[in-house]
């Protein structure tokens, strides 16, 4: 390495980066019609200066945004598609940010992926299918073909939406909605799952249950 190389490293170490505060979306899924149908990018410009994000491809780059931009925070947003606005395949691609006036390009921290695929979720097991809100709870147990929320619904409506992203899981659901029981009867309960892109799943058939009077 020649000693001007070595001193414009050695600076370039020393300056604070032109950007900070980077936060990118891990995983999305352009397809599927939810708030994660788009990856956002987003970081803060230590100096107004001319731009181009892009995304780096198999093919090449896909510029994403272009301009100036002013000192503070930059939100650009990638729809899954290439150059020719054409969706791109199931994968990881890479950010990256070019800097005009500081004549820099920064790779940004995490890949994206897209994932367009849906989960799928069955019952392991329900039980007991007859019970009264107060004294027993509904216990479901189920398996997921990748890493999803599961998501409960009861006569068509959500009830339970997991924290838990595991293969295996349960849930329960007390009969109850905003405190006070369900009316007595019969009711419908089906599984949705939810992956981390935001896919959804097909419900599982519908199982019925009993919910007594307290």
């Not at 414009?8 to 149908?37: A, G, M, W, Y």
Request: proline share 7%; net charge positive.
């Amino acid at each position: 390495m020649t000693a001007t190389a070595f001193a414009v490293t050695q600076r370039l170490k020393l300056e604070p980066s032109p950007i900070s505060r980077t936060r990118v979306d891990d995983v999305f899924s352009p397809v599927c019609h939810c708030p994660s149908k788009v990856a956002n990018i987003e970081f803060s410009l230590r100096r107004a200066d001319q731009l181009r994000v892009a995304i780096r491809t198999d093919s090449g780059e896909v510029t994403i945004a272009q301009g100036s931009f002013a000192q503070g925070d930059v939100h650009v947003r990638w729809d899954g598609r290439g150059a020719n606005d054409e969706l791109l395949p199931d994968g990881v691609y890479f950010p990256l940010v070019h800097l005009e006036r500081v004549g820099r390009t920064i790779d940004l921290p995490n890949p994206i992926r897209i994932d367009t695929q849906r989960p799928t979720i069955r019952f392991t097991s329900l039980r007991p299918r007859a019970f009264t809100p107060g004294a027993v709870k509904l216990k479901a147990t189920y398996v997921v073909s990748k890493h999803a929320h599961a998501l409960l619904f009861v006569d068509g409506r959500r009830r339970v939406f997991t924290a838990s992203k595991r293969l295996h899981g349960r849930l329960q659901w007390s009969g109850k909605v905003a405190g006070h029981p369900v009316r007595p009867g019969r009711h419908k309960v089906k599984l949705v799952a939810e992956d981390l892109a935001g896919n959804r799943s097909a419900p599982t058939p519908a199982v019925v249950v009993r919910v007594r009077r307290p």
